[in-house]
Nanobody, 121 residues
Framework: QVQLVESGGGLVQPGGSLRLSCAAS????????AGWDRQAPGKQRELVAA???????NYGNSVKGRFTISRDNAKNTVYLQMNSLLPEDTAVYRC???????????????WGQGTQVTVSS
């Protein structure tokens, strides 16, 4: 069974930084695209960042220039470096990965359990 586990969330003051990690484990042949979404209570889920297997990136407008997504293919891990954090960044952050579990299988999207990020003074 494939599992994605996030870590690194917590409470931080405005202007501070956090680094989130998303480690995938289980039967994994390859990971294509991966990324991070977030959702605040009562609000719609939104894209934070995405990265392809080749390293191309895409960011939501509200985080562009402040957040950086990266990946370590050898470790099956995706990272999200968050700088200059704002109170409006407060949300549950979930990672996702589009992956193959074997050489002959099709792709499927898997999600982490989510980690809380709270930006408050």
């Amino acid at each position: 069974q494939v599992q994605l586990v996030e870590s690194g969330g917590g409470l931080v003051q405005p202007g501070g930084s956090l680094r989130l990690s998303c480690a995938a484990s289980g039967s994994i042949f390859s990971i294509d695209a991966a990324g991070w979404d977030r959702q605040a209570p009562g609000k719609q889920r939104e894209l934070v960042a995405a990265i392809t297997s080749g390293g191309s990136t895409n960011y939501g407008n509200s985080v562009k220039g402040r957040f950086t997504i990266s990946r370590d293919n050898a470790k099956n891990t995706v990272y999200l470096q968050m700088n200059s954090l704002l109170p409006e960044d407060t949300a549950v952050y979930r990672c996702n990965a589009d992956l193959r579990q074997s050489r002959l299988s099709g792709r499927g999207v898997y999600w982490g359990q989510g980690t809380q990020v709270t930006v408050s003074s």
